[in-house]
C-alpha cells in the first residue's frame, strides 16, 4: 500500500476529516485529536497495511506508521488540504464531550511540544558537534565553532516564541498575538534590566503602581504557555464586545494592552516559579533517590513510549537544560533506548525467521539512534519476553546513570549520535553505560528466550501431527458441504482452508504487516485458481470496497483476515468480484470472492494470500498443518490452541 492509499484509508477510519480537531505527528506516529473518539475505529486501524499499531492514549488517536510517517502525513495534509485549518478553527462549535482532565493536561503538553521536536532535535545534535568539536581541542575561538554552537543554542535562547506559535495552534488563538507575547517576555527592556540588576539595584518597573519583576524569560517555558492559554480567552472576549468595523483596529491592541502587562506581573513570575519548583524538585529526588528514580525511569520509559507519553516529561526536561544547563532525565531514555537496541539485536540471533531477522536488525539500528518504536511494536513486544528483558537493562544502567551523576546538556534524540551531549564523572561513564545498555538487554534477551525457540516448536509439531490426523481422517470427504461436520465433529478451534493453492509460510509474504504476524498469526496461499470461500459459519465483519481483503468472524468468536495478493488495494477492485456483502451471514462452503489470478499477475502483483487470526491473543497459540506443499480448499488449515 502506497503512503497516498494508507493516508486515505486512515482518515476514513479515524471517522474523516470533519472528525478531526487536530492532527500532528511526532517520529513514528500519527496523532490525532478527534472530536469524537468513538468514530476512531482502533481495530481496523490496527489491521491496515502500514499501521504497527493503533491505540487511544492521552486523549489522542496515536497511528503508529514508523519511519515513513513523515511522508504519510504529508498525504494526510494533502487530502485535507486548507479544510484541516477551517477544522481547527471551528472545533468549539462541534459537539463537547467530557475527558479525563488528566489526560487533557497531557494531550496538551504532547500537542505543544511535539511540533516543536525537529528543532528541539536539530539543534541538540549542532551541540553535539559543537561539543565534540570542542572536546578534541579543535577550532578553538574560531568564528566556525562559534556561529555552531550560535545554532545549537538558538531555540533553548528563544524558547519562548517557537512554544508560542505552537501553543497557540493548540490552544486555537491567533499566533501572531502569540509571538507578540514571547516577545514581550524577551524584550530587550527586560533582558537588559535584568543583566544590570547587579549594578543598579532595581529588581522591578513600575506599571500603573504595580510591580514587574525583572527576571530573565529566555529558555522559559511555562510562562509563555500560560500566557497563551489565558490568551485564548481573553482574545474571543474582547472580540464579542468591539464593534465589528473596530474589530481590525482595536482587538489587537486591547488584547496586547491587557495580555503583556499581566505576563510580566502575573503570568511570568508565576509560571518561572513553577518552572523553578519542578526543576529542583526533579533534581532533588535524584540527589536523594537518585538510583531508584533513575531505575524506575529507565524500566518505565519503553512503557510509556508504548502509550506516546514519553513527550509529556519533555517540558521539564527543557526547563532543566534551560535552569541547570542540563538535565538528568535524558540519560535514563537513551539508557531505555540503547537496552530495547539489544534487546531486537537478541531477537535477531534467537528467531529462525528470516524475515524477523531482517526487522530486529534494521528496528535495533533505528534504536541505537534514538528511535525505538519500530524496535519495541515490531519486535521485543511482539515476543515479550525481550521488551521485558531491554526494559530491565535499561532500568539498570538508568539507575548507574543517576549513580554516576550523568546528564545531558541539549535535547536530542537519545541515541548513540547524541552521545556527545552527555556528561558524567567521567565521561567514559556514559561510554560504560551505553555499552552495557545494549549488551545487557541483548544478553538478558538470550537469557529469556522468545516463544518460537522454546516449547513453541515442540507443541507446534505434536499440534500439527493431531491435526494431520484429523486431516487424514476427514480427507475422503473435502466438498463444502462436509465442511460444517468437520469444523464441528474434529474441534470448534479448527479452521478449514479457504482456497485451493499452495502452502507458504507467512514469513514469506512481501508485506511487512504480515511477514511480521502484525496482523496477527497465520499462513499464506499462492492461489491456483481464483476462489474464496467461507471457511466456517459467521459473519462477513469487513469488506474492503477494492474486494481484495475479507475479514470474517466464526459464530465461535474466531476472527480471521483473508488477503488475496500483495498491494492488490492499488488495483481499485479490477480483477476481483464480490459474492457477499459487509455484514452478510454466510455458512461455510459459500463463496465469498472469485478474482483472476492471471489477470493480477499480469499487472504486476503477487497473488499470495494472506489468512491470518486476527484475535490471536485470546487463543494460547495458533498453529498451521503445515507450511508448505499443496492444500485444497476445505481442507484443515489453522489449529487454535485455547
Known amino acids: 500500500m502506497n503512503n497516498k492509499d494508507l493516508a486515505k484509508n486512515v482518515l476514513d477510519l479515524v471517522g474523516g476529516e470533519q472528525n478531526i480537531s487536530g492532527l500532528t505527528h511526532c517520529a513514528t506516529r500519527l496523532r490525532f485529536v478527534l472530536k469524537d473518539d468513538n468514530k476512531a475505529d482502533l481495530k481496523a486501524l490496527d489491521q491496515l497495511e502500514g499501521v504497527l499499531k493503533a491505540q487511544n492514549s492521552g486523549g489522542q488517536v496515536q497511528v503508529v506508521i514508523g519511519a515513513k510517517v513523515d511522508a504519510v502525513y504529508s498525504e494526510v495534509k494533502n487530502l485535507t488540504s486548507d479544510k484541516i485549518g477551517e477544522l481547527t478553527e471551528s472545533t468549539d462549535s462541534g459537539p463537547k464531550k467530557r475527558r479525563n482532565p488528566v489526560n487533557v493536561v497531557l494531550e496538551t503538553i504532547a500537542g505543544i511540544f511535539t511540533p516543536v521536536l525537529p528543532a528541539l532535535v536539530g539543534c541538540g545534535m549542532i551541540k553535539c558537534l559543537a561539543t565534540v568539536i570542542t572536546a578534541m581541542g579543535y577550532l578553538e575561538g574560531s568564528g566556525f565553532l562559534t556561529i555552531i554552537n550560535m545554532i545549537g543554542d538558538c531555540i533553548f535562547y528563544f524558547m519562548p516564541f517557537f512554544l508560542a506559535v505552537s501553543a497557540a495552534n493548540r490552544f486555537k488563538t491567533n499566533p501572531y498575538l502569540a509571538v507578540a507575547l514571547a516577545a514581550g517576555l524577551m524584550h530587550p527592556t527586560i533582558l537588559n534590566a535584568v543583566a544590570q540588576i547587579a549594578e543598579t539595584g532595581v529588581n522591578s518597573i513600575d506599571f500603573l503602581g504595580m510591580p514587574i519583576l525583572l527576571m530573565k524569560y529566555s529558555s522559559s517555558v511555562i510562562p509563555i504557555i500560560l500566557a497563551v492559554w489565558i490568551m485564548s480567552y481573553v482574545y474571543p472576549i474582547v472580540n464579542r464586545v468591539i464593534p465589528k468595523f473596530l474589530q481590525v483596529l482595536l482587538t489587537p491592541m486591547i488584547v496586547l494592552f491587557i ?347 503477487n497473488t499470495i494470500t494472506s489468512i491470518v487470526v486476527t484475535n490471536m491473543q485470546q487463543y494460547g497459540d495458533v498453529l498451521t498443518t503445515a507450511t508448505s506443499g499443496p492444500i485444497r480448499e476445505s481442507e484443515p488449515l489453522i489449529k487454535l490452541i485455547p
Open 259 to 605: 495580555m503583556i502587562p499581566l505576563e510580566l506581573i502575573v503570568l511570568g513570575p508565576v509560571g518561572s516559579y513553577i518552572g523553578d519548583w519542578l526543576t529542583n524538585g526533579i533534581n532533588s529526588l535524584f540527589s536523594t533517590a537518585g538510583v531508584l528514580a533513575g531505575a524506575i525511569l529507565g524500566f518505565f520509559k519503553p512503557i510509556m513510549v508504548m502509550f506516546g507519553m514519553h513527550y509529556t516529561i519533555m517540558p521539564i526536561q527543557v526547563q532543566q537544560v534551560a535552569t541547570l544547563g542540563a538535565t538528568v532525565l535524558l540519560p535514563t531514555a537513551l539508557a531505555a533506548n540503547l537496552a530495547q537496541a539489544g534487546a531486537a539485536f537478541g531477537v535477531f540471533v534467537l528467531t529462525k525467521s528470516k524475515t524477523m531477522k531482517s526487522a530486529a536488525a534494521s528496528s535495533g539500528f533505528t534504536a541505537l539512534f534514538g528511535i525505538t518504536e519500530p524496535a519495541i511494536y515490531g519486535v521485543t513486544l511482539k515476543y515479550k519476553r525481550p521488551f521485558f528483558a531491554g526494559c530491565l537493562a535499561g532500568g539498570l544502567v538508568g539507575g548507574f546513570y543517576s549513580l554516576v551523576h550523568t546528564t545531558a546538556n541539549a535535547i536530542s534524540l537519545p541515541g548513540v549520535l547524541a552521545i556527545g551531549t552527555y556528561t558524567s564523572d567521567r565521561y567514559m561513564y556514559v561510554v560504560i553505560g551505553c555499552i552495557a545498555a545494549v549488551v545487557l538487554g541483548f544478553v538478558f534477551t538470550l537469557l529469556a528466550g522468545i516463544k518460537e525457540d522454546t516449547d513453541g516448536n515442540k507443541s507446534k509439531q505434536q499440534a500439527t501431527n493431531k491435526v494431520n490426523s484429523n486431516q487424514a481422517a476427514v480427507a475422503t470427504d473435502t466438498t463444502p458441504e462436509s465442511v460444517p461436520s468437520q469444523t464441528s465433529t474434529s474441534s470448534d478451534m479448527l479452521i478449514v482452508s479457504p482456497m485451493t493453492g499452495e502452502i507458504k509460510p507467512i514469513s514469506e509474504v512481501e508485506d511487512q504487516a504480515f511477514a511480521q504476524e502484525l496482523m496477527g498469526k497465520g499462513i499464506a496461499i499462492v492461489p491456483t485458481d481464483g476462489k474464496v470461500y467461507a471457511p466456517f459459519d459467521g459473519v462477513v465483519e469487513a469488506l474492503y470496497r477494492t474486494k481484495h481483503a475479507i475479514g470474517l468472524k466464526a459464530a465461535n468468536g474466531v476472527e480471521i483476515l483473508i488477503h488475496i495478493g500483495v498491494d492488490t488495494v492499488s488495483l481499485k477492485g479490477k480483477y476481483f468480484n464480490a459474492h457477499i456483502e459487509q455484514g452478510q451471514t454466510i455458512k461455510a462452503g459459500d463463496l465469498l470472492v472469485d478474482f483472476d489470478p492471471e489477470g493480477i499477475t499480469s499487472a504486476g502483483y
